[in-house]
């Protein structure tokens, strides 16, 4: 059964950079893609962006209202992605989801909260 | 991007009735790339359909989904208590993925 963790700071100081890792088990984060969504506090889903290692090749790509902010990254070795968000401000509070799938997401991690303030 | 409308905003029903949930796109939807997620409180969302009518693994078949092009429906032929939740819709035909903002099915 496959299994994904967020870990990170729970409070980020505005204009900072948010950082997040997903470790993954259960299974190989090589031969799938694997994404991050974020829900702000009361409100819907927002999909951030997937990132996949396939055919030995890294792939990505990112939402563009986040698109010049966001960074995804893989380490094969560790069974992890990561999520950097830098210039963070208020409206980036939210609960961060690492979930595998590039298009539709079928194993979610159980999310972490982000809160950005001073 | 394509906007997803959701209705309605909540849903209040009786265990045991059935409920039928719409997903509207501001435009088509290619090759139904569409799926549904159920979440409840303090809870990741659950995939349930994907390619508006497959049922993902382990989904008890009274959850359906339908439509294609800009019409969706999600429809649970008899609900049970663990049933009540938050439904999103998502769409993934035209990038970036978006998601509608939800309906509540509640306990009437």
């Known amino acids: 059964q496959v299994q994904l963790q967020e870990s990170g700071p729970g409070l980020v100081k505005p204009s900072e950079t948010l950082s997040l890792t997903c470790t993954v088990s259960g299974g190989s984060i090589g031969g799938y893609y694997w994404s991050w969504i974020r829900q702000p506090p009361g409100r819907g889903l927002e999909w951030i962006g997937w990132?996949?290692?396939?055919?030995?090749?890294?792939?990505?790509e990112n939402s563009p209202s986040l698109k010049n902010r966001v960074t995804t990254s893989l380490d094969t070795s560790k069974n992890q992605f990561s999520l950097k968000l830098r210039s963070v401000t208020a409206a980036d509070t939210a609960v961060y989801y690492c979930?595998?799938?590039?298009?539709?997401?079928?194993?979610w991690g159980q999310g972490i909260v982000v809160a950005v303030a001073s | 991007e394509i906007v997803l409308t959701q209705s309605p905003g909540t849903l209040s029903l009786s265990p045991r009735e059935r409920a039928s949930l719409s997903c509207r796109a501001s435009?088509?939807?290619?090759?139904?790339?569409l799926a549904w997620y159920q979440q409840k409180p303090g809870q990741a969302p659950r995939l349930l359909i994907y390619g508006a009518s497959d049922r993902a693994t382990g989904i008890p078949d009274r959850f359906s989904g339908s439509g294609s092009g800009t019409d969706f429906t999600l429809t649970i032929s008899r609900l049970e208590p663990e049933d009540f939740a938050v439904y999103y819709c998502?769409?993934?035909?035209?990038?970036?993925?978006?998601f509608g903002q939800g309906t509540k099915v509640e306990i009437k």
């Open positions: 990132i996949g290692y396939i055919h030995d090749s890294e792939k990505t």
């Open positions: 435009q088509s939807v290619s090759a139904n790339f």
């Open positions: 979930a595998r799938g590039q298009s539709f997401f079928d194993y």
């Open positions: 998502q769409q993934y035909g035209l990038s970036p993925w978006t």
